[in-house]
């Protein structure tokens, strides 16, 4: 036997083995004569980061500061345009522009825990603390 394994049983423990393997399934035993254990190169294992699984999250709401008490309220994205009204002093004011946004909120694509990001991570990735998923904090939609 010369050159590549073409396939067959294997001669140190007689198992079958397909064509272009290097090292029987079973035993491990070399099927290439020409081959010798210190001829072959076992490659070192490198993680790549870029496989790690990265899911996207939109903000659901932001994080304002009302500008009638300056307290902060959480606020769903859902009411966005219209006038909302301050939990603590009742001051209503329009959920828009001119509100001053202290930070977003989501959930984990992951665990679904709520996550609060700064608007400063929009656009970058980043770990969510609750389960070390990879995220991208995305935009807000529409």
């Known amino acids: 036997m010369t050159g590549e394994w073409l396939g067959g049983p294997c001669p140190q423990c007689g198992e079958e083995m397909p064509a272009r393997l290097v090292h029987c399934r079973s035993c491990r035993a070399l099927l290439n004569s020409e081959l010798t254990e210190d ?15 990265t899911a996207s999250a939109s903000p659901r709401g932001h994080y304002v500061s009302c500008p009638g008490c300056l307290q902060e309220l959480r606020i769903h994205s859902k009411y966005k345009g219209l006038r909302v009204q301050c939990k603590h002093c009742q001051h209503a004011f329009p959920y828009d522009t001119s509100v001053e946004i202290q930070a977003a909120y989501m959930g984990c694509p992951h665990c679904q825990q709520e996550i609060r990001a700064g608007l400063k991570y929009i656009g970058h990735k980043v770990v969510c603390k609750h389960c070390g998923g990879h995220l991208q904090l ?4 529409g």
């Open 138 to 141: 995305q935009a807000e939609s």
């Open 39 to 53: 001829s072959i190169e076992i490659p070192s294992f490198f993680a790549l980061p870029e496989i790690s699984v």
